[in-house]
């Protein structure tokens, strides 16, 4: 199973720590975050993430813009041949289950003209056709498929190479006007993807973010996993108790085996009383600490609420609590900075946190090579 997600963002540079937190896990295998809204003067390295190799294709500071995050070990390739020079978008050759997909992930600005479009993206899919059938086109492409007058030109290029839109629901939900669905997931094999999923996250004001899960196997690396004792019910005397009901061995019996019947009963007390629990290490992020991170969780319920309701009072109330947030991301990035930067150039943090802000060689993507080797990826 691959877990392919959509989001809208209105500019990552103010919301790239929320971003980072969808994949802290590495439990989604693709991000494709549209309207960007920077240009080449932001170096990759400002939005590198551990286990993700970053691609973008950017327009301005002023709008527009696609960036893209996909799983490191995953077995898939851009194709710059298959991208339209006119069409915002970046063009994926991906490998699951030995079978080959193309995903094709836009974003298309509501001014752009409807025939440069349709016929930019017939030529796009035409070669994307001849590579493989199994196509997926996802990302805002503002043709709202709940209006068939609004969307005749997506239509006509679905029709064209049987395309069908797995979100039913509307993903739009601007203030004072009628929700619309603008943000689609469009595959050739709409039975291949599963699991669809259309909810607000705050992150983008009037978005919601999709999800859908591609049929398949996508072996994931492993995660640093470590076991721990839970004492949360601990009770001493009954555990004092439990150890005094273990029977002393036979001093007849064999050594090796009166041994380890001691031990396998003393380890049932253990275990009883204090049992063995596991956990997967979260990877930390460099500015994230509990209060923003509960700050953030605070702000997308508030942001469902007014998604529920839709009026005044719990709009002022996410709008204080996203204003919060922010206030709380740039104290936290402030602290992160004198922390690690106290005592000038000469300190061994200094550069290793400096250097990724001024140039690409702080970039910590981490290219992996894939190779296929007897059918094994």
């Not at 327009?59 to 996909?70: A, C, D, L, N, V």
């Not at 929700?179 to 699991?195: E, G, K």
């Not at 802000?357 to 981490?366: A, V």
Request: net charge positive; glycine share 4%; aromatic share 10%.
């Amino acid at each position: 199973m691959a877990e392919i997600i959509i989001e809208e963002v209105r500019s990552i540079r103010n919301k790239f720590s929320e971003i980072q937190e969808l994949l802290v896990d590495n439990l989604v295998d693709l991000l494709v975050v549209s309207e960007t809204k920077i240009d080449e003067t932001f170096q990759d390295s400002l939005f590198s993430v551990e286990g993700y190799t970053l691609q973008r294709r950017d327009r301005s500071k002023s709008g527009g813009g696609i960036m893209t995050f996909i799983r490191s070990d995953i077995p898939a390739r851009r194709r710059m041949d298959l991208e339209s020079s006119q069409i915002e978008g970046i063009t994926y050759e991906v490998n699951i289950d030995k079978c080959k997909w193309c995903i094709v992930c836009m974003y298309r600005p509501p001014s752009q003209n409807d025939n440069c479009f349709s016929s930019e993206c017939v030529k796009l899919l035409d070669k994307c056709s001849a590579v493989t059938d199994k196509i997926i086109v996802m990302g805002d492409l503002n043709y709202d498929m709940l209006d068939s007058n609004k969307s005749k030109s997506l239509s006509e290029i679905s029709d064209l190479f049987d395309l069908h839109c797995v979100v039913k629901y509307p993903t739009c939900h601007v203030v004072n006007t009628k929700p619309s669905l603008v943000d689609v997931i469009l595959s050739t094999v709409p039975r291949s993807l599963f699991c669809h999923l259309n909810f607000p996250t705050g992150i983008s004001d009037w978005h919601n973010m999709i999800t859908a899960c591609v049929k398949g196997s996508v072996e994931r690396g492993t995660r640093e996993c470590y076991k721990y004792r839970r004492f949360r019910n601990f009770d001493r005397d009954s555990f004092v108790h439990d150890l005094g009901e273990i029977q002393p061995p036979d001093p007849c019996a064999d050594v090796n085996k009166a041994y380890s019947e001691f031990v396998g009963e003393l380890n049932q007390v253990i275990d009883k009383h204090a049992p063995v629990k596991q956990r997967y290490q979260r990877k930390k992020l460099p500015c994230m600490n509990r209060e923003l991170r509960k700050a953030i969780y605070v702000k997308h319920m508030l942001y469902s609420k007014y998604v529920k309701y839709r009026n005044s009072k719990t709009w002022e109330k996410y709008r204080q609590q996203r204003n919060l947030v922010e206030k709380l991301k740039r104290r936290s990035m402030s602290r992160y900075f004198i922390e690690r930067c106290t005592g000038g150039h000469k300190s061994d943090k200094f550069w290793p946190t400096i250097m990724p802000f001024l140039s690409k060689k702080g970039n910590s993507n981490g290219t992996k090579i894939i190779l296929e080797e007897e059918g094994q990826m």
